[in-house]
Nanobody, 116 residues
Framework: QVQLVESGGGLVQAGGSLRLSCVASGRTFSIYNTGWFRQAPGSEREFVADLRSSGNTAYADPVKGRFTISRDNAKSTVYLQMNNLKPEDTAVYYC??????????WGQGTQVTVSS
């Protein structure tokens, strides 16, 4: 089992920055992919960014050049640095971890609100 706890969300003005954190516990050695998704009201959950154990990263087009995913293995933590935030980035942000056996784990989510 893997447990994920997100933090770092909040209210920020457009153009501002936030850094989200996702702390993993449990069977963290079995994780090969950790990523961030978001869900705005009335919308489906969508991919934001992910980071593989190889170090390779991927980003959704709307956040490329503004968001950066990174990790601190010693702290079992994955970060999402979000710069130049826009009102359309407003959503609940979820951390997701995928094990080598393809089991998927989700965190509880953290709210990000960007005011115009």
């Amino acid at each position: 089992q893997v447990q994920l706890v997100e933090s770092g969300g909040g209210l920020v003005q457009a153009g501002g920055s936030l850094r989200l954190s996702c702390v993993a516990s449990g069977r963290t050695f079995s994780i090969y992919n950790t990523g961030w998704f978001r869900q705005a009201p009335g919308s489906e959950r969508e991919f934001v960014a992910d980071l593989r154990s190889s170090g390779n990263t991927a980003y959704a087009d709307p956040v490329k050049g503004r968001f950066t995913i990174s990790r601190d293995n010693a702290k079992s933590t994955v970060y999402l640095q979000m710069n130049n935030l826009k009102p359309e980035d407003t959503a609940v942000y979820y951390c997701r971890a995928v094990e080598y056996g393809a089991t998927v784990y989700w965190g509880q989510g953290t709210q990000v609100t960007v005011s115009s």
